[in-house]
């Protein structure tokens, strides 16, 4: 257990031990480090400021924004949801190999929250809110160093998020909501084992329960569905964005519209490319973040 242990601090963030005071700052922290590298600068102004320092008008809807998770320094770059200068970044758990960045709302207050996945125990690190701390919620959840991949999602419409896993090995999913871990509340089998899928989850009809999609990055197929039980049937079949082995998929309601659509990170150019609804499944295209800095993308509703 003293592994685990071990493993369940570094995902709550570093802290010093009680007994010792804390570290001297860095000479040069991560953060320099990535405002610096070469690239489009993801922050061009902002960073500091507080949320609230952004008022959307009281007709906005909540609109998806786009982040990037950075694993050696465990730093999430979250981008505004209009204006590439402008963003958020925050911290949770660095330095451990394998991380995967999951953001959904766990306390259904209408805003996300970081998180954290960590796939050899298959634990899952979860902070209500996108300020500095620890984690609110660590869990065991599913099987570790079998190769699952995380998604979230809200899978029973109730406004908080819950988790999932997705084995490739046999296109099963594995869902629950709370944050107790144990065993799946929904498993079912959705697509073809073994052809490179990656998963994702969305609102993809509007009814407010989260459900799931497969994204393949050498074709750049999505397949949609709006069940959560076994089948082979899909709602939406489409292909959308630049492809290739790199490529990772995002989801979110890009558009404050009620709809979640689909979007492709492309990571050696630092681009993001979403799929909007409105104009018949048009394309908004932006670079953000560093080029040639290993990241993970992920979506969410900040502001
Ligand atoms: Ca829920
Ligand atoms: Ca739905």
């Not at 999609?213 to 899909?234: E, K």
């Not at 489409?238 to 990571?267: H, I, K, L, N």
Request: proline share 10%; net charge negative.
């Amino acid at each position: 257990m003293g592994w685990f242990s071990k493993i369940l601090d570094k995902l709550r963030g570093d802290r010093p031990p009680p007994d010792e005071p804390p570290e001297a700052p860095a000479e040069e922290s991560p953060f320099q480090a990535l405002l610096e590298a070469e690239g489009p600068s993801p922050l061009e102004a902002g960073a500091e400021e507080e949320v609230d320092a952004f008022q959307f008008g009281p007709q906005r809807m909540p609109r998806s924004t786009v982040g990037l998770f950075y694993p050696s320094g465990g730093i999430f770059l979250l981008r505004h949801p209009e204006d590439n200068r402008a963003g958020l970044i925050t911290q949770l758990g660095g330095g451990l190999e394998g991380l995967r960045p999951v953001a959904g709302d766990w306390n259904g207050d209408g805003l996300h929250g970081v998180g954290l996945y960590e796939p050899n125990l298959s634990v899952f690190a979860l902070r209500e809110g996108m300020g500095g701390g620890e984690s609110n919620h660590q869990f065991q959840f599913g099987t570790g160093g079998a190769g699952w991949l995380p998604l979230v999602g809200d899978w029973d419409g109730d406004g908080i998020y819950g988790v999932g896993l997705y084995n490739p090995a046999n296109s099963a999913f594995y869902l629950t909501n709370g944050f107790d871990g144990g065993d799946a509340q929904i498993a079912f089998l959705f697509g073809p084992p073994n052809e490179g899928w990656l998963p994702l989850a969305g609102d993809w009809d509007g009814d407010g329960i989260h459900t799931p999609a497969l994204y393949q990055p050498a074709t750049g197929l999505f397949l949609l569905r709006n069940r959560l039980c076994d089948g082979w049937d899909v709602d939406e079949e489409f292909t959308f964005g630049p492809v290739g082995p790199s490529m990772q998929p995002v989801a979110g309601d890009w558009e404050g519209c009620g709809r979640w659509s689909v979007g492709v990170y492309d990571p050696e150019e630092g681009e993001f490319h979403l799929r909007l609804l409105g104009d018949g499944g048009s394309s908004k295209q932006f670079s953000f973040g560093p080029r040639g800095v290993p990241a993970w993308p992920f979506s969410a509703v900040w502001i």
